[in-house]
Structure formats: C-alpha cells, structure tokens
T-cell receptor
Framework: SQQGEEDPQALSIQEGENATMNCSYKTSINNLQWYRQNSGRGLVHLILIRSNEREKHSGRLRVTLDTSKKSSSLLITASRAADTASYFCATDEGSTSYGKLTFGQGTILTVHP | ETGVTQSPTHLIKTRGQQVTLRCSSQSGHNTVSWYQQALGQGPQFIFQYYREEENGRGNFPPRFSGLQFPNYSSELNVNALELDDSALYLC?????????????FGPGTRLLVL
C-alpha cells in the first residue's frame, strides 16, 4: 500500500523557476526521505528529515516537515534541465518497521531549457 | 554511483518460471532491502535482511523469498512467476544503527514476465 501521496502528479516548468512538490502521509513516522529517479533507473537519495525537525536544506533543495498535518514539501530552487526526473517521498515509521520505506506514487518533474 | 550493484540488468521469463536476482551491498553496509516498482508506481517494500535473517516483510506472498550472505550480498528469488511480477526490482543497502536511516539504491533489475 502507498502511504505517501504526492502532489502534483506532474509538474512542468522553465529552467530557472522553482519547483515545489508536496507529500502527505497517514501514520506517525520516524523520518521522511526524498528520492529522485531518472528514467526508471535506481533511486538517488536527496535528503532525510527526522520527525523532530521542521526544515532542512541541501544545496538547492529545501524540505519542510509538518508532523501535525502529516505533510512534507520539497522545494528545488533555480531548476535546471538536469533536474528532470521523478521525485518520491518515502516514510520510515521506525520501531518494528524501522528501515521499511513506504513510497508515494511520485511527482514527474519536467524542466524545459 | 552508490556502490550498490545489481545483476542482471534485464531479464525475460515466462509465466510459471523461477528467477533469482542478485545484489551487492555498498561497502560497510550490513542491511539490505528489496523493493518492487511497477510501471508508473512508487517502489513497494518486499523485505529486509540483517545479519542473514529476514527482518521485516511487506505484503508479498511466500513465493518471494530472499537470502543474505556473510559478505552482506543478497538474493531475491521469485517462484511461479506471474505476469504481474513484471517490474523493476530494486535493492537498497544501509548500515545498521542510530542515524543510519539513509538507504542507498542499486540501478535495479527490470524483469519482464511473458
């Protein structure tokens, strides 16, 4: 079953614009992770945010987490054509489910040169 | 490159056959997880192995089984293949312990069942 639901399902922007993707989930979590996938290949880890954190930055990426609303957002600033990919959020509930990631269906991002 | 390798990259089987997929963990990682990703979907957790024991399983039938070896490499075996088993199979490795939640994925094996 899918825990995370991503919104929008697809996003098309011009190079230089910002891209924002949202993720909602259903249960309590230990952490939430964002991954990128190019053309059906392996997943690349982007950023992890723990349940006691509200915001993290990594280069052009900014992730927020609101545990009261069970939602997260990923912001990519100054997008590039190379950012074109599918983006997934994944939750880790911790405890007996530690290490079991539950993924959403992803957001397909297209950045036009 | 994550250091996680998988073989083969592509595989075609017929319904009812059996398949074995292989995964080599990143150096220093002792935990391996397997995921199935159907076309257009997010990955779904199959199971996780730690110290050669299954340590967590998703909603997959017993015909999906696995092994982890002393060098932490792993196999995923699927018996009695069905058409719906066609998917990208991903393995991911990580170290065990507090603060080691990040999983590093391999490039995947794309399985087609005819």
């Amino acid at each position: 079953s899918q825990q995370g639901e991503e919104d929008p399902q697809a996003l098309s922007i011009q190079e230089g614009e910002n891209a924002t993707m949202n993720c909602s989930y259903k249960t309590s979590i230990n952490n939430l992770q964002w991954y990128r996938q190019n053309s059906g290949r392996g997943l690349v880890h982007l950023i992890l945010i723990r349940s006691n954190e509200r915001e993290k930055h990594s280069g052009r990426l900014r992730v927020t987490l609101d545990t009261s609303k069970k939602s997260s957002s990923l912001l990519i600033t100054a997008s590039r054509a190379a950012d074109t990919a599918s983006y997934f959020c994944a939750t880790d509930e911790g405890s007996t489910s530690y290490g079991k990631l539950t993924f959403g269906q992803g957001t397909i991002l297209t950045v036009h040169p | 490159e994550t250091g996680v390798t998988q073989s083969p990259t592509h595989l075609i089987k017929t319904r009812g056959q059996q398949v074995t997929l292989r995964c080599s963990s990143q150096s220093g990682h002792n935990t391996v997880s397997w995921y199935q990703q159907a076309l257009g979907q997010g990955p779904q957790f199959i199971f996780q192995y730690y110290r050669e024991e299954e340590n967590g399983r998703g909603n997959f039938p017993p015909r999906f089984s696995g092994l982890q070896f002393p060098n932490y490499s792993s196999e995923l075996n699927v018996n009695a293949l069905e058409l719906d088993d066609s998917a990208l199979y991903l393995c991911a490795s990580r170290a065990q312990g507090v603060g080691q939640e990040t999983q590093y994925f391999g490039p995947g094996t794309r399985l087609l069942v005819l």
